[in-house]
């Protein structure tokens, strides 16, 4: 009979709650407890077709904010970047907390969905999200603690949820993954309650009262009152049943003490029993879990209790001594109850005292705790300022620190150009002083050779020391004095050709220019000048790559053309008196292993008068001299000589370094060809890719050096020099060819000096790179146009060694 009295109240599997379209929720918080009713959960609906699991967890309301301090200080005192971000990370930490229920869920193959609600009561936030979202079914977890409080304090929260849950949803109490209890729904259209039972305990100092009620099946109930008073005075007939029933309580009760219970569930009457709602008081004593457990065994009897009512037959008569003893010692029974709940109530009133105590000194240490937050928030708001105070000033400081640095810098860098400048000046009037001495000073400073000395180096002027002839001497090739040379030996030995050597060779040793052609010695007795030797020759022969020599490059013209200009500069600014080259051509620029220009044979070369003023000085020379195509014209028509002879010659020799033609009619072509827009194709093409827009100016400048009137002609100084040495600083961003490195040496693909030399399968040899680019685009050799064997290449390290060697030569 206990164990049917003990039977828990199931869902009946036919209800319309458990339709197709279920929605179960789940109260979880992230603790062991709401897993195992999760679980429980899951294994009791997750088999009835389509359900739906709402995880429902109540998450506090943020009111305050945590500081590194440990205090806390209210959301509406801190800034809102810093709520927004504390609101987020509690967000995430509950969400990483209920990832294990949501991963339980899909373990299980079931459709879950995660509800946070913000809320203070949690009952009222499960209520409403209940009845908003018409959930059917509700599981809750109890506390499953040993302690009386734990339990009181759980099972009062069960107990609040399923008060405060609509009544269309059936709640279950789920204990140590077991069904604790259950609250069954009402369906309001027909009125009828699903099994619902409900126990009343209730005590008093004077009377014990024990009150149950069950409503069967059918829907009836019946109530039955046992009341025990101090007196016996009852009625005959009702004596005799008392007695009956007292007796048949008497030995179930005692049946039922020294048998173990099965746990059920008596929130109710244990929460009537403490009569107060304070969860955070523990009893202990063993006079209380006694009480509470008798209690229980006189709930175990009321289907007992209520069978026997309904045999009972009236008896009537007095009562016998027996049934007096009977009743006699359940007045006794309850006495003694008595006496124990009212020490558990004195028990109770002490730890509430104790409380109220304890309430009072939180409440203390709480305003002194707000204060001191409020004291620290102060503080930490004066210190944020003083800091950023500090910063500021930092920041000023570290600028004003800056500024005086650049100061100082400003003012060491101006005193350091002072003082270059006042060393510049000195040593420009120190090379003045002495070029004016040099110039002044009829010492010649050269080097001189004996005849004889000359004809055993040149082998008596055997031709195969020849190098060139004009139509003034032959220039032969020797070594004199172990110094590598060019001996220049004059034809014949006219008046006037001695007087040109004579002018040549003063010229020549007073003067010192890195683009002017040194003069090492002479034989001044036949007429010999020793220079030093090119071994490029001259410009004219490789514009016109005599003997098959390696064409020059676009950007070694372009600064070729440079170095020329500030040689004629040097020229005509010498002092004190300039000096007019009046035979300017590519024949007589030469160019050393480097292609570093000099200009040489300054024979015809005439010293201007010396002329204070601003204005060009004039010569007038009756005697035309030079070659016929670099002659200035107003000098031929009127025997006026200037430094703009020598740019009317440069602007020949600019249009020869773009074209490689000869200087007859040049400058018609060059102007044609610029009217009609083939100026691309007059261009010396084995340059290389010539840039347009410089090449152009460069072209334009040549044709404005060559003007038929002196004053037409740009200066040399001031607006020739500045295009050539932008020109020059282009020209010097170009990577360096190696030229006049053999032919064996160069890239037929790059046209430049091989790096790593790979002898591919067509069998000719190219750079690793250039190849490996050229096989990704083509699959003929670059040479004989054929189809390639194959890709593969093997190194040349015989080539290599030689590039090498020929470089450290070189260098």
């Not at 294990?100 to 509800?115: D, F, T, Y």
């Not at 705790?369 to 570290?398: P, Q, Y």
């Not at 031709?463 to 002839?469: A, E, S, T």
């Not at 194959?790 to 290599?800: A, E, G, R, T």
Request: charged share 25%; net charge neutral; aromatic share 6%.
């Amino acid at each position: 009979m206990l164990g049917k009295s003990m039977k828990i109240l199931e869902v009946d599997k036919r209800s319309p709650m458990l339709s197709s379209s279920l929605t179960v929720a789940v109260a979880v918080n992230g603790s062991k407890k709401s897993n195992c009713a999760l679980k429980w959960a899951l294994e009791r609906f997750s088999d009835e077709g389509k359900v739906m699991f709402k995880l429902l967890h109540v998450r506090a309301r943020i009111t305050t904010v945590p500081t590194p301090m440990g205090n806390y200080i209210p959301i509406s005192q801190v800034r809102d970047d810093v709520a927004t971000a504390y609101k987020k990370e509690m967000e995430w930490k509950t969400s990483k907390m209920l990832l294990p229920h949501k991963q339980l869920c899909s373990e299980k193959k079931v459709e879950a969905e995660i509800v946070q609600i913000e809320a203070d009561d949690v009952p009222v936030a499960i209520s409403n999200e209940v009845s908003k979202a018409q959930i059917s079914m509700l599981v809750i977890g109890a506390s499953s603690g040993s302690s009386f409080t734990r339990k009181l304090r759980g099972q009062r929260i069960s107990s609040k949820i399923s008060e405060c849950t609509p009544t269309f949803c059936t709640v279950y109490v789920v204990s140590k993954g077991k069904l604790s209890s259950v609250r069954p729904y009402t369906s309001e259209a027909d009125g009828s309650t699903k099994y619902e039972s409900s126990d009343t305990i209730s005590c008093t100092d004077s009377d014990f009262t024990y009150d149950t009620s069950s409503q069967t099946d059918q829907g009836s109930a019946a109530l039955h009152s046992y009341t025990p008073c101090s007196s016996l005075n009852v009625q005959p007939m009702q004596a005799h049943s008392n007695v009956n029933k007292n007796n048949l309580v008497r030995k179930i009760l005692s049946n039922a003490c020294l048998s173990e219970g099965t746990s059920v569930n008596f929130e109710e009457e244990e929460d009537q029993i403490s009569s107060s709602s304070c969860p955070d008081i523990q009893f202990s004593g063993s006079r209380i879990s006694s009480f509470g457990s008798r209690i229980s065994s006189f709930r175990t009897l009321q289907t007992d209790w209520q069978s026997m009512n309904s045999d009972q037959v009236s008896i009537s008569g007095a009562p016998t001594d027996s049934s007096s003893e009977n009743q006699v010692d359940i007045s006794i029974e309850i006495e003694r109850l008595r006496t124990e709940l009212r020490h558990a109530r004195g028990m109770y009133a002490m730890a509430q005292k104790e409380t109220i105590d304890a309430s009072r000194r939180l409440k203390k240490l709480s305003e002194y705790r707000m204060d001191e937050v409020t004291k620290l928030m102060e503080i930490s708001f004066r210190e944020e300022k003083a800091r950023e105070l500090a910063n500021l000033e930092k920041e000023k400081h570290e600028v004003a620190e800056r500024e005086a640095e650049l100061v100082r810098e400003s003012a060491e860098r101006e005193a350091s150009q002072k003082r270059y400048v006042e060393l510049r000046i000195k040593y420009d009037a120190k090379e003045i002083e002495k070029l004016e001495k040099a110039l002044m000073s009829q010492d010649l400073h050269y080097k001189k050779f004996t005849w004889e000395e000359i004809v055993s180096a040149t082998s008596s002027f055997s031709d195969d020391f020849r190098i060139g002839m004009g139509a003034y001497g032959t220039v032969y090739k020797c070594n004199l004095r172990h110094i590598k040379v060019a001996v220049k030996v004059l034809h014949a030995k006219e008046a006037y050709r001695i007087k040109q050597f004579q002018r040549e060779l003063e010229i020549m040793s007073k003067i010192r220019h890195p683009h002017m052609l040194l003069l090492v010695g002479a034989c001044s007795d036949h007429s010999c000048i020793v220079y030093e030797y090119m071994e490029n020759g001259s410009l004219e022969d490789r514009l016109l790559q005599k003997n098959n020599t390696v064409p020059i490059p676009w950007f070694i013209r372009y600064r070729i053309a440079w170095e020329v200009a500030t040689a004629l500069s040097f020229l005509h600014n010498s002092k004190p008196r300039s000096i007019v080259h009046r035979d300017l051509k590519p024949a007589n620029i030469l160019l050393d292993h480097n292609f570093v220009s000099k200009i040489g044979d300054v024979g015809l070369s005439t010293l201007l008068p010396s002329v204070d003023s601003s204005d060009p000085v004039l010569c007038h020379d009756s005697r035309l001299a030079g070659t016929l195509s670099y002659i200035d014209p107003e000098y031929q028509r009127s025997g006026l000589l200037s430094p703009k002879s020598d740019v009317y010659a440069f602007g020949m020799v600019i249009l020869q370094l773009l074209t490689a033609k000869p200087a007859l009619a040049l400058a018609h072509t060059v102007e044609t060809a610029l009217n009609n827009g083939g100026f691309l194709e007059i261009l010396d093409q084995s340059a290389g890719n010539w840039p347009i827009k410089e090449t152009l100016e460069l072209a334009i400048l040549g044709l404005r050096c060559i003007e038929l009137k002196q004053c037409e002609r740009p200066d040399l100084s001031t607006e020739v020099l500045p295009v050539l040495q932008s020109l020059k600083r282009m020209a010097d961003a170009v990577p360096n060819v190696q030229l006049g490195a053999p032919s064996h040496f160069i890239c037929p693909i790059l046209k430049d000096m091989m790096e790593d030399p790979c002898v591919a399968a067509d069998g000719y040899t190219y750079d690793r790179k250039a190849i490996e680019m050229w096989f990704k685009e083509n699959e003929n050799s670059p040479i004989t146009n054929l189809p390639m064997s194959d890709k593969s290449l093997v190194p040349n390290y015989i080539l290599m060694s030689a590039i090498i060697e020929w470089k450290s030569r070189r260098n």
